[in-house]
């Protein structure tokens, strides 16, 4: 009986959960509102279904038919519109280089009305990746709960954690990345009472002491050379204050900070003192694609924190040889942002050698919490620089790094409700025009992004799932067994 009761109840919740296709529904002259806002956005043909949320005030309910220009159409309905996977993926997938258009049919006080169609745009360019990494923690200022860095599915909405805190009380683990999204090489630093630097090869995993007499600092910020033979890293002192000023929360700011490169497999620091000035600030060191040229932010030092709004970081580089871990005899500015009153900071090269992506903000290194923070692009052929319009928002636009086709681009943005960071991602074409960015897709956004107290940030692209035994590695990181750097 009590099976048959069940069987009832699940029929029931089935039957309530459909909705068919109205008819003579009042024609809206206007697009919908809905949450993400997915009108008019263009997706790889990999991405999860774009589920979505009626944001026009209270309704009954809705339907939404997605017709492929191509051919092919699948439906939803419900209080929030949920694709089935696997249709979503065949409807992408025929209508490669073409579009969807959605019909959304809203009910309201016993009425339907149906709005305009929108596009959503289906790229001819691949993702050619497996999905995301990145570090969730909650947007707080001098002392932080749970966090950890997490791997995301980018075809459904499996999320999986690399490693977080709880099983090391009091680690923070931050500047994760793998050498051009492939993760059998992956780095992160530890931050705490068992502060290291984590650098797993092909399953292999190390801890490094970074400190030794030459370096006073950990290694933070790091970035593969394409070799793999290297790691680019800097090393900072790094603090925060508060802001008295209102719509001003928080600074973070670096007393002193050098660039240098790491070789894993001598576990030798190549330093040099053109990358180690006292005098200027060194940060956020990248490679070229091809290897040969190491960029790095500089700032001329300032007395912290009388100055602080007077350090400004422009985009620089220097010659580096592969072959003998040797630098170059000269530092060239790539962009100068100081002579515009800013500062530049966050620099990633495209994979495909065509331009820099990088943050401008007023002032400072760390523009997080700068709504004036906007993603720009370096044309590294012309030369000329200017501002992603296209993806930017009037609210913080920040962290971003390249996919591996150097088509398709992720960032953090505040534009939600200036809190929270969230992940956005776009398309950027062979001409260099930008698409309309979109909000990383979950199941029941409204319910999902409301609900979640964490921001987003440092986040990357992975050619496939990380490997990491975090169980292990919580034992190894409190077992205090660290390997010594030295210095070439």
């Not at 039957?15 to 009108?39: F, G, L, R």
């Not at 993603?375 to 200017?386: Q, S, V």
């Not at 086709?405 to 025009?433: C, E, K, M, P």
Request: net charge negative; hydrophobic share 30%.
């Amino acid at each position: 009986m009590k099976n048959y009761l069940l069987n009832i109840f699940v029929l029931l919740a089935i039957c309530s959960c459909t909705v068919s296709k109205p008819e003579n529904a009042e024609i809206v002259n206007e697009q919908p509102p809905i949450y993400p806002d997915y009108i008019g956005v263009t997706i790889p043909v990999e991405i999860a279904p774009l589920d979505f949320d009626y944001n026009g005030g209270e309704f009954e309910t809705m339907y939404v038919l997605a017709k492929g220009s191509n051919g092919g159409e699948l439906s939803a309905g419900g209080t929030t519109i949920e694709f089935d996977i696997d249709d979503w993926h065949e409807l992408t997938r025929k209508n490669q280089g073409g579009n969807i258009s959605m019909t959304v049919y809203v009910k309201k006080d016993g009425k339907w009305k149906q709005y305009q169609d929108f596009n959503v745009f289906v790229s001819n360019y691949p993702l050619e990746e497996w999905g995301l990494t990145y570090r969730r923690i909650a947007p707080g200022y001098e002392v932080y709960g749970k966090l950890g860095l997490y791997q995301r599915d980018l075809s459904n909405f499996d999320e999986t954690p690399i490693i977080e805190n709880t099983s090391v009380a009091g680690a923070c683990f931050n500047c994760h990345t793998s050498n051009r999204t492939n993760p059998d090489q992956f780095t992160f630093h530890v931050r705490g009472d068992h502060g290291a630097t984590m650098v797993q090869q092909n399953g292999n995993r190390e801890w490094l002491k970074a400190r030794n007499d030459s370096l006073h600092g950990s290694m933070v910020y790091p970035y593969w050379h394409p070799s793999g033979k290297y790691c680019a890293y800097s090393t900072n002192q790094t603090h925060q204050s508060f802001h008295a000023v209102r719509g001003e929360r928080i600074e973070v700011f670096d007393q002193a900070s050098d660039v240098f490169v790491y070789d894993p497999n001598t576990h030798e620091l190549l330093l040099d003192t053109l990358l180690m000035t006292p005098d200027h600030y060194e940060t956020y060191p990248v490679f070229s694609p091809d290897g040969k040229t190491l960029y790095f932010c500089s700032s001329e030092a300032k007395p912290i924190p009388s100055e602080y709004k007077e350090i400004r970081y422009n985009i620089c580089k220097i010659d580096f040889n592969a072959e003998n871990g040797t630098y170059g005899e000269k530092i060239d500015t790539v962009f100068n942002a100081s002579i515009l009153g800013k500062s530049a900071t966050h620099p990633r090269p495209s994979y495909d050698g065509k331009y820099i992506m990088f943050t401008l903000s007023d002032y400072g290194c760390f523009p997080i919490w700068h709504n004036e923070a906007d993603n720009w692009i370096l044309n590294l052929k012309t030369g000329e620089a200017k501002p992603m319009k296209e993806a930017n928002s009037s609210q913080t636009d920040s962290w971003h790094n390249w996919n591996i086709n150097s088509h398709w681009f992720v960032f953090t943005s505040r534009r939600g409700n200036g809190l929270y960071t969230r992940l956005y991602l776009a398309q950027i074409d062979d001409h260099g025009n930008i698409s309309k960015p979109f909000l990383l897709p979950q199941k029941n956004p409204a319910t999902y992004y409301d609900a979640l107290i964490d921001s987003y940030n440092t986040p990357d692209f992975t050619s496939r799932k990380v490997e990491f035994d975090s169980h292990s590695a919580a034992r190894e990181i409190t077992s205090e067994n660290r390997i010594p750097t030295t210095v070439k």
